[in-house]
């Protein structure tokens, strides 16, 4: 099993910048990558960025070159940097451990973006 435990969202004005941490306990050796998804409310959970355990990242197009999604090994922690933030950013964060069978989802964490 692995635990995954988000922080770092809060409340900010348009073109702000936050960091969300997504720290993970138990089996980590057995993740394969991590994602960060986000579920405005009414609307479908979306991915947003994803990091493999080679290092590759990806991002959806509405978050690319804004947002970059980053790993501490030693503190086995993911992170996701988020600048120039839009009020369309508003959601719940979560955090999402993919493992070689099954997956693993955290908390969440609030991210309100004011305008």
């Known amino acids: 099993q692995v635990q995954l435990v988000e922080s770092g969202g809060g409340l900010v004005q348009t073109g702000g910048s936050l960091r969300l941490s997504c720290a993970a306990s138990g089996s980590i050796f057995s993740i394969t990558a991590t994602r960060w998804y986000r579920q405005a409310p009414g609307k479908q959970r979306d991915l947003v960025a994803t990091?493999?355990?080679?290092?590759?990242?990806s991002y959806a197009d509405s978050v690319k070159g804004r947002f970059t999604i980053s790993r501490d090994n030693a503190k086995n922690t993911v992170y996701l940097e988020m600048n120039s933030l839009k009020p369309e950013d508003t959601a719940v964060y979560y955090c999402?451990?993919?493992?070689?069978?099954?997956?693993?989802w955290g908390q969440g964490t609030q991210v309100t973006v004011s305008s």
């Open positions: 999402n451990a993919v493992l070689y069978v099954g997956h693993y």
């Open positions: 990091i493999t355990m080679i290092g590759s990242t």
